[in-house]
């Protein structure tokens, strides 16, 4: 009972701070065609296994050997969040019955990087 529940706490510990992703990856299912996203799901699911390969590989034993690669890690993932929220909440809720969004396969690739891999929480 006792590896259930660390394991279970592990889980909900590595799945909880992707919320960011999730968001991501809702919103563009809610506002895009079928095939758009699934593009978008499929480039999370590879970022979101390339960050698990690297935690698994020991990144976060390279992180602990040098700090300021850390601190940078840090700064940078949070000045990305801090920037989409403030983003959000500058923008204004515009209704309008269609919603036609054209982003390139690269905005697309970057986006999910951003919200996988900058992630300070992830």
Avoid: H
Wanted: aromatic share 12%; with cysteine; proline share 3%.
């Amino acid at each position: 009972m006792n590896f259930l529940l660390q394991g279970l706490a592990l889980g909900f510990g590595y799945v909880a701070p992707i919320g960011m992703q999730n968001l991501y990856v809702i919103n563009s299912a809610l506002r895009e065609d079928r095939l758009k996203a699934y593009r978008v799901a499929l480039t999370t699911i590879f970022f979101g296994i390339t960050l698990a390969l690297a935690c698994f590989f020991g990144i976060g034993l390279l992180l602990d050997k040098l700090p300021l690669l850390r601190k940078a890690m840090i700064v940078v993932g949070s000045i990305v969040v801090i920037y989409i929220g403030y983003s959000i909440i500058r923008s204004s809720p515009k209704i309008t019955e269609e919603v036609k969004l054209e982003k390139s396969y690269l905005k697309v690739v970057r986006d999910t990087f951003t919200v996988t891999w900058l992630n300070p929480q992830a």
